[in-house]
């Protein structure tokens, strides 16, 4: 299993970064964990065709998480698709994404594809689906208005995402955990209630515990390389800052 960061910068853009959003590659499934600005360009860089696309998970309904479903969906349509595309999101977000789909009039559209929206409760540990050894479970994250991260299992290894979030005891208390993919919106402010920086991510969670740190949500010109200098080298050797269609193996 892969998991590739489509995108790696925080809402504030990038000048050389898309907006943060992930693609799960296992077996011949592909599944997006939001959709950022340019999903048709990097599935094209990535020779992935859209048939493969077999669900859209959303961790929430900030624009910057969203505002490319309207151009995959429209890629699909003229990609001539054909299997149902499974769109999961929080019961909490469910009138914003039918509203967004009524607003793009896809209803009218000579699709051949069923737009399938399935719900789940952001207030709880909920598991999404279990098939073909990969389990995705969703919890809920810190952040402003409802939103999850993702805990994804598959041959023993723990992968978790954190969403948008601030500092969470929930994915603290996991263990042990082979991949964390943590936002870090800032180096070192902690000031936020609604995101992380990275030397907060690297003080509050039990590192001893978790193989890997991949650090998204970026920000451009923040001092992330002096937070991790003056880290210890063992966790220095940890930690990844992403780059977008960096690929981890699982």
Known sequence: MNIICMGTASAAGSADRDNTYLLVQHEEDCILIDVGGNPLGKLKKLRIPLNRISEVVFTHFHIDHIYGLP??????????????????????????????????QTASWPIRFDIRIALFDDGAVTQLFDRNGLTMTAFPSLHAGPTVGLKL????????????????????EQS????????????????SQAHSSLDAVLRYYPVERIERIVIVHLSDDEPYEAVLDSCPEQLRRKVTLASDLMTISL
Not at 79 to 89: K, Y
């Open 71 to 104: 151009s995959l969906l429209w890629g699909m349509w003229i990609a001539g698709r054909e299997d149902a595309l499974t769109i999961r999101c929080s019961k909490s977000n469910e009138a914003q994404l039918r509203s967004l789909l009524h607003s793009y």
């Open 153 to 172: 299992v598959h041959d023993g290894k723990v992968t978790i995402y954190s969403a948008d979030t601030r500092p969470n005891e929930w994915i603290r």
């Open 176 to 191: 042990p955990v082979h991949t964390l993919i943590h936002e870090a919106t800032t180096a070192a402010d902690s000031s």
